[in-house]
């Protein structure tokens, strides 16, 4: 694709349940973030992929939050246990070299967690 | 702590007048400057970026000015135009760190 894709755009979810955010990067990008943008916010960095490795996951802020890029494409951010301020915009963004460099953003996906 | 603080938080301006939106960050550290621009339901673009190399950058109606010594840097819109409505975050970074953005600024340009 010519852009940054996340699936789903929107997910509603339960309190307690487990849910899956999907980022496929553009094409051939090595560098994968996960941030989360609450509202009126500016976006917070959660976690760093360079190939398959996260980098730095500094910005997960508990164990609850994991995630993976197993083949150092496509990633998945994955929420245990969801908790209402979890409710935020997730974004994820994909650069061809790292931090320092431009990345590319996704439209995010709206996790609203009732 | 916040590292990198944007003003104002919201901004309205004439249509072909000037927007200047200013941050200023503590960690001398920062190497790389990007502005972003965000549309409602949209992730962020990057707009203009600048190292702290040069005082200015320009790149059409968009001009970033630094100034290293205070630790501040600053947008500037030339012309500015209703499609230009959009929230604008500042952001820094370290060599190879993640991005630590502003708060945001709305910008709103009136006819």
């Known amino acids: 694709g010519a852009g940054v894709s996340q699936t789903p755009s929107n997910k509603v979810t339960e309190k307690g349940k487990y849910v899956e955010l999907r980022c496929d990067p553009i094409?051939?990008?090595?560098?994968l973030y996960w941030y989360r943008q609450s509202l009126g916010q500016g976006p917070e960095f959660l976690i760093y992929?360079?190939?398959?490795?996260?980098?730095?996951d500094s910005g997960l802020p508990n164990d609850r939050f994991f995630a993976v890029r197993p083949e150092g494409s496509v990633s998945t951010l994955k929420i245990q246990r969801t908790e209402r301020g979890d409710s935020a915009v997730y974004l994820c963004a994909s650069s061809s070299q790292g931090p320092g460099t431009e990345a590319f953003f996704g439209q995010g996906t709206r996790l609203t967690v009732v | 702590q916040q590292q990198v603080k944007q003003s104002p938080q919201s901004l309205i301006v004439q249509k072909g007048g000037i927007s200047i939106i200013n941050c200023a960050y503590e960690?001398?550290?920062?190497?790389?400057f990007p502005w972003y621009q965000q549309f409602p339901g949209k992730g962020p673009a990057l707009l203009i970026a600048i190292r702290p190399d040069v005082s200015e950058k320009k790149e059409g109606r968009f001009t970033i000015s630094f100034n290293k010594s205070a630790k501040q840097f600053s947008l500037h819109i030339m012309d500015s135009q209703p499609g230009d409505s959009a929230t604008y975050f500042c952001a820094a970074s370290k060599g190879n760190e993640k991005l630590t953005f502003g708060t945001g600024t709305r910008l709103t340009i009136i006819p």
């Open positions: 094409s051939g990008h090595t560098a």
């Open positions: 960690n001398t550290a920062f190497d790389y």
């Open positions: 992929f360079q190939g398959t490795g996260a980098a730095d």
